[in-house]
């Protein structure tokens, strides 16, 4: 009788060790997975401020096991990724604005779908700074640029020449007559949004009447070498213009004035400078003015073919005309370019604060 009453008991407790082997909701109950819903379906957008127009992308909801993101700006078969929770996707943007479109679907496999504004507007570019070599070769540099346009001035509805980023254009020459050209550089965004750079830039002729150009400096260890520009001390005869160059000479015999040419002197246009001088003492007579040209275009040296040319001032008290002619030079070549022109005045002595008036510097033949 023993027996009999074990046995109903132990298969009471294999029952129990047996229900209680199956793992808590591995019950054969999916009744859940129709009930799941995505709710709170939203996206965090992180836009990069450099003009790339990278984008990251970030998807979140409540409920979802994946999500597909749209990017909305038809780009094949970029055009869209599958994301897990957590997950994010980069994607790049030309300026402009865009839908969106996000698919979070739950467990079930039910979607839910919503549509998320994307404006993209790109900066500005900042810092712009151009470099010009001496033959005009331009660069340029700038903060969030994609590129460069460049426009010499130097024709009539010019379009502007493609510059890319650390690029140097070729040599540019400019026509022996129009001068002061301006240069504008325009630095691109990549969208809209533009940065401009300009330079009047002047050569021969030089007449002064630019305010905005600073034509001469000047070199002396003194500090008494001088040069401004001044109204006519005497318009007339050859010279009525209103504004005119004052050159104060300095102590050293060496001293002087130079210029650094935006435009180069270039001796294919003609190999003779031509200069209006007004003296305003008689005790100059007699006294030499210098005409040095320096620095040539793809020449080492400040000077290498010795290109000084000296004409005496004849006379006071009225204008006249002084020609410098370098075409007897045979050391300089028939295509030179020089990017500065020196001035000085009778360097055989020390100055004493001499001054003459100087206009219309020209180049013929």
Not at 19 to 42: K, M, Q, Y
Not at 166 to 185: D, I, K, N, S, W
Request: hydrophobic share 40%; proline share 5%.
């Amino acid at each position: 009788m023993k027996k009999l009453r074990i046995i109903p008991g132990f298969l009471f407790l294999l029952a129990v060790a047996v229900g209680c082997s199956v793992e808590d909701g591995i019950d054969g109950d999916t009744s859940f997975v129709e009930t799941a819903n995505t709710e709170n379906l939203d996206v965090i957008f992180d836009v990069t401020n450099d003009n790339s127009g990278n984008v990251t992308i970030t998807p979140t909801a409540e409920g979802a096991v994946t999500f597909v993101v749209e990017y909305g700006d038809g780009t094949g078969t970029d055009s869209s990724v599958t994301l897990k929770p957590g997950e994010k996707t980069t994607h790049s943007y030309a300026e402009g604005d865009y839908t969106v479109k996000v698919t979070a679907k739950n467990i079930g496999g039910e979607a839910t779908t919503a549509e998320f504004p994307l404006s993209i507007v790109y900066r500005a570019p900042e810092n712009l700074q151009v470099s010009l070599s001496g033959n005009m070769q331009v660069s340029a540099s700038a903060d969030f640029a994609d590129s460069f346009l460049v426009f010499y001035g130097d024709v009539e509805n010019e379009v502007g020449t493609p510059l890319t980023v650390g690029e140097q254009l070729p040599a540019h020459t400019y026509p022996a007559t129009g001068a002061p050209f301006t240069l504008r550089v325009v630095a691109l965004s990549g969208g809209e949004a533009t940065t401009e750079w300009t330079k009047v830039l002047f050569g021969f002729p030089i007449d002064f009447e630019i305010a905005e150009v600073a034509f001469f400096g000047t070199f002396d260890d003194w500090g008494q070498q001088a040069f401004e520009v001044v109204d006519n001390p005497d318009p007339s005869g050859i010279n009525t213009s209103a504004r005119v160059g004052k050159y104060t000479n300095g102590h050293a015999p060496w001293s002087g004035t130079y210029s650094p040419l935006n435009i180069p002197i270039n001796f294919e246009y003609g190999k003779k400078i031509r200069i209006m001088v007004y003296n305003p003492d008689a005790a100059n007579i007699g006294k030499n003015l210098n005409v040095e040209l320096e620095w040539a275009v793809g020449v080492d040296g400040a000077n290498p073919y010795g290109a000084v040319v000296k004409r005496p001032v004849t006379t006071s008290g009225e204008w006249e005309e002084l020609i410098f002619d370098f075409s007897t030079n045979e050391a300089i070549p028939q295509d030179a370019k020089f990017t500065q022109l020196v001035l000085r005045f009778n360097d055989v002595a020390e100055g004493t604060q001499e001054i003459i008036y100087i206009d219309n510097i020209t180049l013929t033949n």
